[in-house]
């Protein structure tokens, strides 16, 4: 999918959601009533969520044999996520760059890296989704089944990426290069158990932080749901940034998150109107928090943030 047509999707998703919500709004506008000091919370919980995610990307890199600064990663992390809101996931591959030019990661490296981390937290956060799902909802109801199929789809696509091995290419082309180093990547990380388990682990917590930050939206707008419920939303939205078929899944997670509240007995406008203030405080947080991670690896090394033509199976 091209880059415009991905930027065009976003851009029409969100504006129908907002026109969505301005159609209820006499229903949805005396609901929300966050205070200072669920904001703090909400903000503070952005914060915790990035220290997460370095340090599970710095796990998961010390697996391949490369050792990485935590507070570097944390700016990374932030500058990445800001910049995965332009054409192409910038961030992804200025994330890619940085690693490599920093820290010696190789390109092929990067992306079984890149890949795992995804598959991980997919296989991860839905699994815990569809738990609860069965256990506290069931699957009586035909909005749950179908909930459950996606669920189950997406566990079992990540653990066909993390346990089954692929037939290892015989050429000596670019391609076959490429997915031969790519590969021995994916073994390199598969081996060390212990840093797989304390990056899966983590990965929990911060699945755990997107459902808080649900939770204190949704106690803010008067429609408390049973606590598993905000468990099988942050597994949606966790998943769903992830998909990314629009920047930084613009509009698409909140469609999502809208109609997973539906499963969950919520009224569709209340779920769109909670995923909407979520995406409000966690953009606000990376434009602000981030913009100043960006210009400061930006001083640090401006080189960093031009494009690259070193050959991506460089070891």
Request: with cysteine; aromatic share 12%; hydrophobic share 55%.
């Amino acid at each position: 999918m091209g880059k415009w047509v991905k930027n065009i999707l976003g851009l029409v998703i969100l504006v129908f959601l907002l026109w969505y919500l301005v159609g209820h709004w006499q229903q949805l506008r005396v609901l929300l009533r966050l205070g200072p000091g669920q904001l703090v919370i909400l903000y503070s919980l952005c914060f915790l969520s990035t220290l997460v995610a370095a340090r599970v990307v710095q796990c998961l890199v010390s697996a391949l044999k490369t050792k990485t600064e935590f507070w570097d990663m944390v700016w990374l992390q932030n500058a990445a996520v800001l910049l995965n809101y332009m054409p192409m996931k910038f961030g992804t591959l200025f994330r890619a760059n940085y690693l490599k030019s920093h820290y010696g990661l190789a390109y092929s490296h990067f992306a079984s890296f890149f890949l795992y981390i995804t598959f991980l937290m997919t296989a991860t956060s839905t699994a815990l989704g569809l738990v609860t799902l069965a256990a506290v909802y069931g699957l009586a109801e035909y909005e749950s089944k179908i909930l459950a199929g996606v669920f189950a789809g997406a566990i079992i696509g990540s653990l066909i990426f993390l346990l089954v091995p692929l037939p290892e290419p015989k050429g000596k082309g670019r391609l076959s290069t490429a997915l031969r180093a790519f590969l021995a990547g994916r073994r390199q990380m598969a081996k060390d158990k212990k840093t797989i388990f304390a990056a899966a682990a983590l990965l929990v917590v911060n699945f755990l932080i997107t459902a808080c930050r649900l939770a204190i939206i949704y106690h803010s707008m008067g429609k408390d749901i049973h606590p598993a419920g905000y468990l099988i939303l942050g597994a949606l939205g966790f998943v769903i940034l992830f998909i990314s078929l629009t920047p930084g899944s613009l509009g698409i997670r909140e469609l999502v998150l809208g109609a997973g509240a539906v499963v969950l007995g919520v009224p569709l406008e209340v779920g769109v109107l909670a995923a909407v203030v979520d995406r409000a405080i966690s953009m606000s947080y990376i434009f602000v928090v981030g913009g100043g991670c960006t210009l400061s690896l930006w001083h640090k090394s401006p080189a960093d943030f031009k494009e690259q033509q070193e050959n991506p199976t460089d070891q």
